[in-house]
């Protein structure tokens, strides 16, 4: 028997015309123990509904209209919380797209964990405590202890999914649903954390189910794939073979549409929008953006039929053969001319905040004496691993964090203080989108208040503008009046992007804005980042995880670890041929759906035996040697720098195959 079995689920939505639209459209799915399952598709496709109501979860204003979802054979739609409590957070557990709305942030991390092992068991204090540490360091957390005690405004992004897959796996769960399991995290803890999943998967027989925007983690954690779009499946069958070739003209465009680091192109995105619940009538939902669309294709919908042993696809005419990866040089011409925003040798320290927090011991720095410049018209891609002080950089810039040395040269910065043309001409879009939306206010709101306190538009303007910038960021009209609880994660994250740009403004502050966001909308995003760039002169800073969009999209490369610049070049020859082992590992960890079977470097933590190295990087270095222990490396290169002994010709530098 299947441990999760969905049977003709159907989740609809109350329409204009009070007649109910489906969501989620006769769903059939199967997962035993021990076995793997993708979903993927773009935001809108009904994914994270499907996953919440395998949990018995159904989202305001939307109904069960029929069918059912079971987890080791009790129904769970339809019942009550009560009845659920013992089954969710411990033999089911969810890991959520945003780890904010799974931590309560009045709560110590340690505490909130200690909770769910008191739920979900009967173990003495000690005992929980122990286990605290021991979640935390599985997941890869530096110094478990210390951070057990830290509140989650105290932790980065990546941190913070962590603590939340943590708390999942204190239930000691037999079914894992992984809702953008690695959003948020670097490429090395990615792979860790699906190592472990993995690992999970095969010594307990934990079930996994894993909704993803990132292929090449599907391709990485899971046996079998199924393709959503429109709110039902298109295509299912092994990853592999999916992969390789899929049959639907749909999963087609949407594995092409994945960045590749080896060619540094930014794929073309999908054309036209995903199909909105009332735009699906009829035929094959797909058939509007498909350009192999025919007449039958937009009478009737097909319907899911085997086309090979265990590989199932809906469409008429379903496609065999090679994928075509064609691509533009999303980067641009390269920008010249006076830096618009300049880091000279910026330190940020952290202070525990409160009365306390003054006996609590020295400041911590966090980034130490970097410094930066960004021309009008470039891209600067800031890299490196979750908690090596990227976001900080970022918000250090944007004035909402104190540097505690060095200088920041900015537009609009004339003294100490912030001035009104300062905050516009200096824009951040958050990782987060729900941290930076007012859940009260309406989309048009939303993007109107950069438009009314900036420009002092008139309504007509201002909802012209917001038409306009909604259009960019492949937004329907509509969504013009509705509330950020009513988009997904996807487009809430569009929606802050829009926002961003309605200032006009001159620096643009990136972070980790495509991380929820489906690689078709990323190719689109980041086009429009391009785009705005070279049309206004814009300068953009660029934090993300996802090196293959970094390296489409960025004119240079910098990489941090923990706190100081090691690496920076053109972002051609950083990834081709980095010259630091840090950089080398972050390129040798990115996942890609053809990639699955190169060799990999994964990274220890600290190994304990070298005290207050002279290079921070040498306890974790497979290369390292005497004198990276006792002497600081300094600079060496030229246009392509890094801060490392073995750069300096004692090693050959090797191009990186990936």
Not at 261 to 271: E, R, T, V, Y
Not at 471 to 487: F, I, K, S, T, W
Request: aromatic fraction near 4%.
């Amino acid at each position: 028997m299947s441990l999760i079995d969905v049977s003709g689920l159907t989740i609809g939505i109350r329409g204009p015309d009070d007649n109910i639209l489906p969501v989620v459209d006769a769903v059939d799915i199967s997962v035993g123990e021990g076995e793997s399952l993708g979903i993927a598709g773009e935001s809108g496709s009904g994914k994270s509904t499907l996953l919440l109501a395998m949990m018995g979860l159904v989202k305001t204003g939307l109904h069960h209209l029929k069918g059912q979802s079971r987890f080791d054979g009790l129904p769970m739609l339809g019942r009550n919380d009560e009845d659920l409590n013992g089954i969710r957070g411990g033999r089911l557990a969810l890991i959520p797209q945003n780890a904010g709305t799974a931590l309560t942030p009045s709560m110590r991390i340690g505490r909130q964990i200690e909770e769910s092992l008191r739920l979900h068991g009967n173990l003495t204090a000690e005992v929980r405590n122990r286990r605290i540490v021991d979640l935390l360091a599985r997941v890869q957390l530096p110094d478990p202890v210390e951070l057990a005690q830290r509140y989650p405004h105290q932790l980065s992004g990546g941190q913070l999914q962590r603590v939340a897959i943590a708390m999942a796996l204190a239930g000691e769960p037999k079914a894992l649903l992984l809702d953008e399991p690695t959003t948020g995290l670097d490429v090395t803890t990615q792979l860790g954390i699906l190592d472990l999943l993995a690992d999970l998967r095969r010594s307990e027989g934990v079930a996994l189910i894993c909704v993803s925007h990132d292929l090449g983690v599907i391709a990485h954690l899971c046996h079998r794939l199924a393709v959503m779009y429109a709110g039902s499946i298109v295509e299912s069958g092994a990853t592999a073979e999916i992969l390789a070739a899929p049959r639907h003209p749909y999963a087609r465009a949407l594995i092409a549409s994945i960045p590749r680091i080896a060619n540094g192109l930014l794929p073309q995105s999908i054309p036209g929008r995903p199909a909105a619940a009332a735009d699906r009538a009829g035929g094959c939902n797909f058939a509007p953006r498909c350009v192999a669309a025919r007449e039958a294709c937009r009478a009737s919908a097909p319907a899911l039929q085997p086309v090979a042993e265990g590989h199932q696809v809906a469409c008429f005419f379903p496609t065999a053969g090679p994928l075509s990866l064609d691509g533009t040089n999303a980067a641009g011409p390269e920008a010249t001319g006076t830096p618009v925003l300049r880091l000279v040798d910026v330190s940020v320290s952290y202070q525990r905040p409160g009365f306390f927090g003054r006996f609590s011991g020295p400041p911590r720095q966090t980034v130490s004496k970097v410094s930066l410049s960004v021309a009008r018209g470039e891209v600067l891609g800031l890299v490196g691993e979750s908690g090596s002080g990227k976001s900080t950089v970022l918000r250090a810039i944007a004035g909402l964090w104190p540097i505690s040395g060095g200088e920041i040269v900015k537009p609009g910065s004339t003294g100490p203080g912030h001035s009104p043309e300062s905050r516009r001409a200096v824009q951040l879009i958050f990782q987060n989108p729900d941290a930076s939306l007012n859940p009260r206010h309406t989309i048009e709101e939303i993007i109107a208040q950069p438009l009314r306190l900036y420009f002092d538009m008139k309504p007509v303007e201002i909802r012209d503008t917001a038409l306009r910038l909604l259009a960019d960021v492949n937004l329907d009209p509509r969504y013009l009046a509705r509330y950020p609880g009513q988009l997904s994660g996807g487009e809430r994250q569009r929606v802050a992007i829009a926002r961003a740009f309605a200032a006009k403004p001159e620096v643009l502050l990136c972070d980790e804005i495509t991380s929820a966001l489906d690689v078709s909308v990323q190719a689109s995003v980041l086009r429009l980042i391009r785009d705005l760039g070279i049309a206004r002169g814009v300068a953009t800073l660029l934090v993300s995880h996802d090196l293959a969009a970094v390296r489409a999209l960025s004119h240079r490369i910098a990489v941090l670890y923990r706190g100081e610049l090691v690496e920076v070049g053109p972002a051609a020859d950083v990834c081709a041929a980095p010259m630091h082992p840090y950089t080398k590992a972050l390129l040798a960890a990115v996942l890609e759906p053809e990639a699955g079977g190169l060799h990999r470097i994964r990274l220890a933590p600290d190994r304990g035996d070298i005290q207050n190295p002279a290079c921070a990087f040498a306890p974790r270095c497979p290369d390292c040697r005497e004198i990276c222990v006792v002497t600081r490396p300094e600079w060496q290169g030229a246009e392509h720098q890094a801060r490392c002994h073995l750069a300096d010709g004692q090693r050959p530098r090797s191009r990186l195959s990936v």
